[in-house]
C-alpha cells in the first residue's frame, strides 16, 4: 500500500487541527490582568461585546471568553478547567456548579430568555402561532428534552396541549436556526436571541405560550479565580447599565 | 509492504526514538484507559440496553451495512478506474476522492446540504419530483457513503497497484474478456485489500458524526446515530454516554482486529 498520501493526510489533518485553538496574546499597557471567562453559547455576540467594552473601560485588563453548551462548560469546570467566570444560560447546569460547591459568592441572574419561531426568510409556510407548528406537512425542527431550549419546548407544549411530531430534535440551538437558515426545516423553535442575531436569513413569530418557559440565565465568580476582584468587577459590568443595554439590544430580557 | 525477520532491523534503530514512540502510543491508550475507568460498570449492562441506546445502536449498525453496500458498488469502479486507466486529469481525480478524509466532517455535512438539500444545487429539483433527502434515513446513508468511500477505494486502489497487471495479461492473451479478466482474476487476486477496504469503510460509517448531524438531523429511529445519541446523552447523563462510547470502542477495535488479522493471513 503507498504511504506517501497517508502521510500527507496525516499532516493536512494536523494543521486542521491546530488552528482551532490558537489563543490571541495579550497586549498590555497597564499592569496586565487576564479574566477567563466561561459562557452559554447563546451568548457569544453579546459578551464578546461586553469583554470588549469592559477592556476599553479597564486598561491592562485582557478578557479571554470560552463559548459552548453550558452543561460542556460545567464539565469542564468540574473537570478542573482554569476559569475565573462562569455563566449559564439556564439555573440547571448553575445548579451543579453550586452543588460541587465550585462558585466563590451566590449566582446572580443577568437576563432572561423565551423561546421564539424561527421561519425560512418571508415565512413562506405562513406560521402565525405556536398551534400552527403542528401542522403535518410543516418541516419542524427543535432542540432535543435534553438540553436546555429543548425542556422549554417540552415546557410550552404540555402548557398549550399542543403536540409537536418534529423530523429533527438538534443537540444545541445552533443546529436548530442551522436547518432553519439553510431552508432545509419549515420552522424551527429557537431563542427571540437567535432570531435577532440571525437578522434576514430568519422571519420570526413570537408567540404568548412562550411566557411558559423563561429561561433565566445566571452567572457567578469561581473559586477557582486567580483574579477575584476583576471576576466580580466583570459581573458588576455584566449586572449594570452597560451590560444590560448589550444585552437587551440583543433580544434578552432583564433578569 | 510488511518486512519479515526484522531483526536486524530492529537492532539497527537508535534507542530514543523509542521514546516519541512510548508517547505516542500513551496518546492512544490514555484516552481509552480513561473510558474503561470512567463506565460506571455495575448499571454498565441498563446503560446500553436502554431503549434509545439500542434504537441507535441499531440504526448505526443498518445504516453503516448499507454505506459500506454503496461504498462496495460505487468504489470498486473507483479503484478500478483509478489503478488501471489513464486519461488526462486522473490524478487530480485522485485527489478529489481523497477529499473527504482530510475535509472535516461538518463541512461535508454543509456541503452536502448545498448540493442535495432542499435549496441545494441538485436538491432543488429533486424536491420539485417530490424527493426530499433531508431529515431521513437515506440522508445518513448518504453522509456516511461520503466519508467512507475513500477508504475503500484507497485499499482496492492500493491491492491492485500491489497486485500488478501480469495475470491480467496472460488471461488477455489466452483470450478471456474484459469483463471474464475482471471477475476470475483481477477481483480474487485483490480480494483481502478489498474486504479490508470494506471493513474499514463500515467502522468509519458506523463512527460517523459531523455530517449525519449537519445534513440529516436527529431523531431517534430516523437519522439519531449512536455518535450522535452519545453527544446528545452526554448532556444528562454522562454514564450513559460513557458506556455507549465504550461500545463504540469495543465495536471499533473488533474492526481492526479484523482487518490485521485478514493482513496476517
Redesign the interface.
Known sequence: MKLRPFVALLAAGVLLTACGSSEEPSEASAEPRELTVFAAASLTSTFTEIGEQFEAANPGVTVTFSFAGSSDLVTQITEGAPADVFASADEKNMTKVTDASLNSGDPVDFATNVLEIATAAGNPAGVTSFADLAEPDLKVVVCAEQVPCGSATKTVEDATGVTLTPVSEESSVTDVLGKVTSGEADAGLVYVTDVTSAGDEVTGVEFPESSEAVNTYPITALNDASDEELAQQFIDYVTGTEGQSVLSDAGFGAP | ?TVRGGAVEGSALPRWVFVPAAVGLLLFLAPLTGILARVDWPNFIPLITSDSAVTALVLSLKTAAVSTLACLLLGIPMALVLARSSFPGLRALRSIV?LP??L?PVVGGLAL?YAL???GLIGEHLEGLGISI??TTAAVVIAQTFVSLPFLV??LE??L??AGRRFESIAATLGARPARVLFRVTMPLVLPGLVSGAVLAFARALGEFGAT??F?????GV??TLP?EI????????DAAAAMSLLLVVVAVVVVVAVRGRERA
Do not use: C, I
Not at chain 2, 216 to 220: D, E, K, N
Not at chain 2, 231 to 238: G, I, M, S, V
Open positions: 509492504m481523497l478524509l482530510v472535516p446540504t438539500g432542499r435549496r433531508g431529515f484507497l485499499s492500493g491491492a497497484r500491489t448531524l449537519t440529516a438531523g436527529s431523531l431517534q437519522t439519531r450522535l453527544y446528545l446523552q452526554r448532556e444528562t447523563d454522562p
